[in-house]
């Protein structure tokens, strides 16, 4: 789906994150031609029906912003494996969601290797609506099902020494043509402190809009870290790991200086190239002030007492 163009817009594909390794990408000769290659289509999960969809609302995540419409929402969308630009929803057709194994290990006590349903037997879902905000400046607001991360590190028993969760997507360069281009650095993959892991906020999307999450979201798992930047919330994730040392992310190898490991969002922070003040919600248009941790102060302001010093913004 394409809304119309305005000033908004030349200015954000002037600010994507993509734009200085997308084009690296075409130098090295990989059309994009091949990117819109996933008609085909992939399974979709048989699994929605027995998801019990729509699962209950937690009514103290519920914000009085209005939802974005699931077209909007659904329609322009951040998903590099299958692709540069925002409209990747048909080529992440080609993603095969089931069976979909998820590991858990590294430094815990219960490593485990589990189809996704398994999981999912081991966890109770529930609706949580969340304003959600790229560093690109767009926002939205939605309905997400699913589960708190901290049921990932529960299950885990992590052991004294780890200190951070890594969180990392599918590889797959047959099904996601953007991963055949060596200039990114494969799987993507997210971290967290093991605090911020627990934090009540943290939250694994396995739904959307009362829906098993279609492909271009991230199915058939995604995490969703709505006071940080878009980019920390891996999609399609296969892979939880506990480990010592601090997570390199997908973009912080790309660009350290621009995409650091905290990316909470703080209107007052300016990215390397662009202002951070003011966002955009996806449907309307509609232009507001962006919000300190993206209105989710009082959830987790208390996670960096102690770390101003740190690079805790960006
Ligand atoms: N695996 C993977 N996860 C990803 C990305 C990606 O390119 N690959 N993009 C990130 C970015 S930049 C954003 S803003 C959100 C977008 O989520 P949405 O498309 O569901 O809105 O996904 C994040 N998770
Ligand atoms: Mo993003």
Redesign the pocket.
Known sequence: MRFGRRSWEERESAVT?EDVVFSRRRLLGLGIGTIAGGLLGGATRPWAAELALPAPANPQFAPTDRVTPEAA??G??????FGGGKAIQAASRKLVTSPWRIEIGGLCGKPASLDLDDLLKKVSLEERIYR?R???TWS?V?PWTGFPLAEIVRLAEPTAAAKYLRVE??LDPKVAPGQSSRVYPW??A?GLTLAEATNELAFLAVGAYGKALPS???API??VLPWK????????VVRFRFVAERPVS??ETLQPDEYGFYANINPKVAHARWSQANERRLGTGEALPTRLFNGYEAEVAGLYKGLEKERIWF
Do not use: D, I, L
């Open positions: 994150p929402a659904g322009y969308n951040n998903f590099t494996e959600f790229c560093v690109e939205m939605v997507s599918f799987p993507y997210e271009q979201h991230g995604r995490m930047y878009g980019f920390k919330s891996a999609k399609s997908f973009w």
